[in-house]
């Protein structure tokens, strides 16, 4: 089965700062990679998801590199705001997993004012 | 469309009592999940529905899990002769037909169960 690693598990930044999480996965097979951000005290949403036909994918402050070879994927996050600070997961997924997503074990960002 | 509505959203109890949890997917929502978080980790998968048919089931759910969705829309989870170890945040998802490559899960702020 996959197996997800996510770097860092903990990371602070200054407001206005910009966090990068990377999530390295073992199937090589994996052909979808979203990331979810969990905040407290509710469930976890989808901000953004990229797949293998493609090398990055940008969302206004957010985006998602693909790294295939090496079998990483990294979320950007610029000019980060309070609101930011939330619990990041990645969820690498291919067909062969049936129908569940596989997360991390996340990376708690918080952005200090 | 109100989300995905699950209660309660806190119970206490204690060891041995059995306990339910109730998933209410969005409407036309053909595929439910059902999702295991505890302290400082991600969702563990424990099952999931395709309308009333349940297609998948992690090795973590025990015999004293048991999971329904009779008529293709709401879910239950029931747990009985609860441990400490059962102790966790449970997240309800649903989304369209097809794996969650085609389409978003949306989650639930889920069901925390303390067990004494």
């Known amino acids: 089965g996959e197996n997800v690693e996510q770097h860092p598990s903990t990371l602070s930044v200054q407001e206005g700062d910009s966090a990068v999480i990377k999530c390295t996965y073992s199937d090589s097979a994996s052909n979808y990679f979203p990331w979810y951000k969990q905040e407290l005290g509710k469930g976890p949403q989808l901000i953004i998801d990229?797949?293998?036909?493609?090398g990055e994918k940008k969302d206004q402050r957010i985006a998602v590199t693909l790294n295939k070879t090496a079998k990483h994927f990294s979320l950007h996050i610029t000019e980060t705001q309070p609101e930011d600070s939330a619990v990041y997961f990645c969820a690498p997924y291919h067909y062969n997993q049936g129908g569940k997503l596989i997360f991390g074990q996340g990376t708690e960002l918080s952005v200090k004012p | 469309d109100t989300g995905v509505s699950q209660d309660p959203r806190h119970k206490i109890t204690k060891r041995g009592q059995n306990v339910t949890f109730r998933c209410d997917p969005i409407?036309?929502?053909?595929?439910l999940y059902w999702y295991r978080q505890t302290l400082g980790q991600g969702p563990e998968f424990l099952t999931y529905?395709?309308?009333?048919?349940?297609?998948?089931k992690s090795r973590l759910l025990s015999d004293r899990f048991s999971a329904e969705r009779p008529k293709g829309s709401f879910s239950t989870l029931e747990i009985q002769r609860t441990e400490q170890g059962d102790s966790a945040m449970y997240l309800c998802?649903?989304?369209?037909?097809?794996?969650?490559?085609?389409?978003?899960?949306?989650f639930g702020e889920g069901s925390r169960l303390t067990v004494l």
């Open positions: 529905f395709q309308n009333e048919a349940q297609l998948e």
């Open positions: 409407s036309e929502h053909n595929r």
């Open positions: 990229i797949r293998s036909n493609v």
């Open positions: 998802a649903s989304s369209k037909d097809g794996g969650p490559d085609t389409g978003e899960l949306f």
